[in-house]
């Protein structure tokens, strides 16, 4: 079951956008590409296409493509189980009449890339009615540009095309998305009514949330857990589990938000990273840093478990 709830809240211009186009295009069979910093609300979106479609009732299933190859041919193909001679179906066939979400599809084996272009355009040969849906933390068009993905793929999805806003870019709305976290903890806990101070929520909003929606609900939900009383203030995060170094509420004179010098150089690398399409080599050359020192961060955000460093290809 994917949670809807990320992606309806919030009132940023380019989050209203992304959810306007997600409406109009539920009405449609159009594939859809969705695109998003890890922990965006990427697969959230997707379910809420779903859930707006006349497939609402039918199923909706999720192959994260960053799994073994292997894998995820067999979830998507089917296979028959080595000790029952049970034949699993694939998930084209399990949703048919709904809708598939292809998670990380950037991450999708290159040996497969083309196959499964070659099974979603034969779908309606064997009666299969499937609505395809694909998500990436990666600039697709240079992957194709780098020889790095399928381009026959790539067209079949990106026929429309919605960009995911990262939480630090969203200001006020995230007050309001922590206030959302809050509510869904009190609930599921019976802990009754639970407030958040107006200082706490400048807090969480000048923080840069690196893994963005995920990043915010563990920390609410740790702080939480360990908070005592009913208003979530300044006191109860410096308390919580994992302390966090917010990032300062100033900018400078060209209207750039202040981060850590830390958070900073994380930042330009995975930039560095996306815009050569992952090649390591150029990356180090515009970073102005040898490609041995560039391993040696990538090995040290690994170990962190920095989302987009762990999936790294």
């Given at each position: 079951?994917?949670?809807?709830?990320?992606?309806?809240?919030?009132?940023?211009p380019?989050?209203?956008?992304a959810?306007?186009?997600?409406?109009?295009?539920?009405v449609?069979?159009?594939?859809?590409?969705?695109?998003?910093?890890?922990?965006s609300?990427?697969?959230?979106?997707?379910a809420?296409?779903h859930?707006?479609?006349?497939?609402?009732?039918?199923?909706?299933?999720?192959?994260?493509?960053?799994?073994?190859?292997?894998?995820?041919?067999?979830?998507?193909l089917?296979?028959?189980?080595?000790?029952s001679?049970?034949?699993?179906?694939?998930?084209?066939?399990?949703?048919?009449?709904?809708?598939?979400?292809?998670?990380?599809?950037d991450?999708?084996?290159?040996?497969?890339?083309?196959?499964?272009?070659?099974?979603?355009q034969?779908?309606?040969?064997?009666?299969?009615?499937?609505?395809?849906?694909?998500?990436?933390?990666?600039?697709?068009?240079?992957?194709?540009g780098?020889?790095?993905?399928s381009r026959?793929?790539?067209t079949?999805?990106?026929?429309?095309?919605?960009?995911?806003?990262?939480?630090?870019?969203?200001?006020?709305?995230?007050?309001?998305?922590?206030?959302?976290?809050?509510?869904?903890?009190?609930?599921?806990?019976?802990?009754?009514?639970?407030?958040?101070?107006?200082?706490a929520?400048?807090?969480?909003?000048?923080y840069?949330?690196?893994?963005n929606?995920?990043?915010?609900?563990?920390?609410?939900?740790?702080?939480?857990?360990?908070?005592?009383?009913?208003?979530?203030?300044?006191?109860?995060?410096?308390?919580?589990e994992?302390?966090?170094?917010?990032?300062?509420?100033?900018t400078?004179?060209?209207?750039?938000k202040?981060?850590?010098?830390?958070?900073?150089?994380?930042?330009?690398?995975?930039k560095?990273?996306?815009?050569?399409s992952?090649?390591?080599?150029?990356?180090?050359?515009?970073?102005?840093?040898?490609?041995?020192?560039?391993?040696?961060?990538?090995?040290?955000?690994?170990?962190?478990?920095?989302?987009?460093f762990?999936?790294?290809r």
């Amino acid at each position: 079951m994917l949670t809807q709830g990320l992606v309806l809240v919030g009132n940023h211009p380019k989050f209203n956008t992304a959810l306007e186009t997600a409406r109009n295009v539920a009405v449609t069979k159009t594939p859809v590409l969705i695109s998003g910093e890890i922990g965006s609300g990427k697969k959230a979106l997707g379910a809420y296409i779903h859930a707006q479609s006349a497939r609402k009732n039918a199923r909706i299933e999720v192959v994260d493509c960053s799994f073994d190859a292997s894998m995820v041919e067999k979830i998507v193909l089917g296979h028959r189980d080595d000790q029952s001679g049970k034949f699993n179906r694939g998930v084209l066939e399990v949703a048919n009449g709904g809708t598939v979400i292809f998670a990380n599809i950037d991450a999708l084996d290159d040996n497969f890339q083309k196959r499964l272009y070659t099974i979603l355009q034969e779908l309606p040969d064997y009666e299969l009615d499937v609505r395809i849906i694909a998500t990436t933390s990666k600039s697709l068009s240079k992957l194709v540009g780098a020889g790095k993905f399928s381009r026959a793929l790539y067209t079949y999805f990106s026929g429309v095309l919605i960009d995911m806003i990262s939480l630090r870019e969203r200001g006020t709305d995230v007050e309001l998305i922590a206030r959302h976290f809050i509510n869904e903890y009190a609930v599921e806990n019976n802990a009754g009514d639970i407030s958040l101070c107006s200082e706490a929520a400048r807090k969480l909003t000048d923080y840069n949330w690196n893994n963005n929606l995920h990043e915010l609900k563990n920390f609410i939900r740790k702080t939480l857990t360990n908070m005592e009383g009913k208003t979530l203030d300044i006191s109860a995060i410096e308390k919580g589990e994992r302390r966090v170094e917010f990032s300062s509420h100033e900018t400078d004179e060209d209207g750039v938000k202040l981060m850590s010098l830390r958070d900073a150089e994380k930042l330009l690398i995975k930039k560095a990273l996306v815009y050569t399409s992952e090649n390591r080599t150029q990356a180090a050359k515009i970073l102005g840093v040898s490609i041995r020192t560039l391993r040696n961060k990538i090995n040290e955000y690994r170990s962190e478990g920095t989302a987009y460093f762990i999936n790294l290809r």
